[in-house]
């Protein structure tokens, strides 16, 4: 693990479930499972710079 990783933990409290998203010494806690997901997958590709398309294969022409 580098300090760019992104991470996501479930941790049981006594109040319930708690999801962890962690990027190096910072963590950011959600109640919420589908939430804590969708915020990690934009810092993971926000960090990695990757494109994000919502059009499969959006560099291709249509038709090809």
Request: glycine letters at 4%; hydrophobic letters at 40%.
């Amino acid at each position: 693990m580098n300090e760019q990783d992104v991470l996501l933990e479930r941790t049981n409290q006594p109040d319930g479930v708690r999801w962890c998203v962690r990027l190096g010494k910072r963590t950011l806690v959600f109640d919420d499972e589908s939430a804590a997901r969708a915020f990690a997958a934009q810092l993971h590709m926000r960090l990695n710079r990757e494109p994000l398309s919502l059009v499969p294969n959006a560099d291709k022409e249509p038709g090809s």
